[in-house]
């Protein structure tokens, strides 16, 4: 173990040598200290303490010179600094008590943020995030940061993916975005609250004028990474002033924002189904609107190459299955009744191509058990009346049965246009346009 005293006396010092020396010795040490030693974990507290001291010393001195004109050897050990505080957390995050680990985490969201512009110390930014993701990789210490500071990690997680002021919060914000009848807009002027179908849908690539393509950095994908691990937790508080509805609003932001799949989207629909399991029977209006929001989004990447994944398109069936009832129910479809006739022909279109075109694989007879469900008895997952899931019943076979009777519930809410579950729709023109010119004549065979 390379000696640590004596390092935060010379981080204190105003030598630049003594300076660099004290930031080598702690790199020395975190490749060579022993992992799970509480004692030395404990030293580390009050190193980080003193290194965040110089961080902030240092950060003001590039501050007033700008960081245009800032001394490259500044800069350096900045990234330093940044990289011995990753590197720190990596290794001893998990034997912090709940007090050091909220301490170090609103360093963080103070420390990365140059104050005067509201946007990411660029030295310092990439590392202190990525070391906000190493503590959040420990579910106690999530679970244990409290509202404010949960709501204030989550606020700057998203700042960053979005490129919004730093300064800003969730739990500041005047107005409820996703319960207000006219559509939010950003400070380019961009709606958000726009209806399925709308010429600015992700179905259509066309741009506003004057709004480029925005492009993801690492700091982004480290940002969406960060908010799958807070949205997670049990103790988030979705129901607080609103702030699980303004989450959807930036989640769909996001969407909106970059079109080409990344990572960055994977976490960002993994956000998405956490939040609204959450929210779907608690705020049922909110939820079904983003649902009709998402919809177009969630088709076209059902549609296009992100579904090669499996692991996307479970995410994506387990988004579109739960939005399925939000955008068919009643108070939806009496709303914007053309609105959900376009989402389930969309939908109905897609999952028959599927059929179609052997996108998944079928049901096997040998995978399944024949057998006779006694009516009054409560139907198990993976079983219908008159068969269920066998001994080779595997993974891919799940995924088929999910895709299938999400198919069987698309036609359900599609023959519901035409029962007495919406009886003003039988004298009007809301007939599903694409469903019956599509596949009449495949199931006429």
Known sequence: MAPLQGIVRALESKSVKENADALTRMEESLANDPKENIQIANEWIGILQALSSYASRETAACQKKGWD??????????????????????????????????????????????KGKGILVPPLGLNYIKSLVCICNYDPHV??????????????????????????????????AMDSDPAPTDDEGY??????????????????????????????????????????SPQAPYLKNWIGQRILDRLFRFFDSYQSWSIAHTNALICVNLVTAELELNATRQSAKFALQ????????????????????????????????????VRTVEGNPEAVRDALDRLFVCLEEDVMNGSFESLQLDSLHLHLRNPSYRRDVYEAITFRSGAKFDHSQALSWAILELQADCAVAVCSFFSDGYPWLKDTNIAPRYIWKNSSASYSQ
């Open 69 to 114: 004109n800032a001394p490259a050897a500044t800069v350096k050990r900045l990234e330093k600094v940044g990289s011995v505080f990753r590197g720190a957390l990596q290794k001893w995050s998990k034997l912090f008590d709940s007090d050091a680990m909220q301490s170090i985490v609103r360093y963080l969201l103070g420390g990365m943020v140059d």
């Open 294 to 329: 998402m919809w177009s989004h969630l088709l076209s990447y059902w549609s296009g190459k992100e579904k090669k994944d499996k692991f996307v398109k479970e995410e994506l069936l387990i988004a579109i299955t739960t939005f399925l009832p939000l955008v068919t129910m």
């Open 143 to 176: 679970e244990h940061l409290g509202d404010a500071l949960w709501i204030d990690t989550v606020s700057c997680a998203f700042s960053i993916v979005l490129d919004q002021d730093l300064g800003y919060s969730l739990d500041k914000e005047k107005t409820d």
């Open 191 to 232: 709606e958000y609250n726009r209806p399925v179908g709308s010429k600015r849908g992700r179905q259509d690539s066309t741009r506003p004028k004057g709004r480029p393509l925005r492009t993801l950095s690492a700091e982004k994908i480290e940002g969406m990474a960060l908010l799958v691990l807070l949205l997670k």
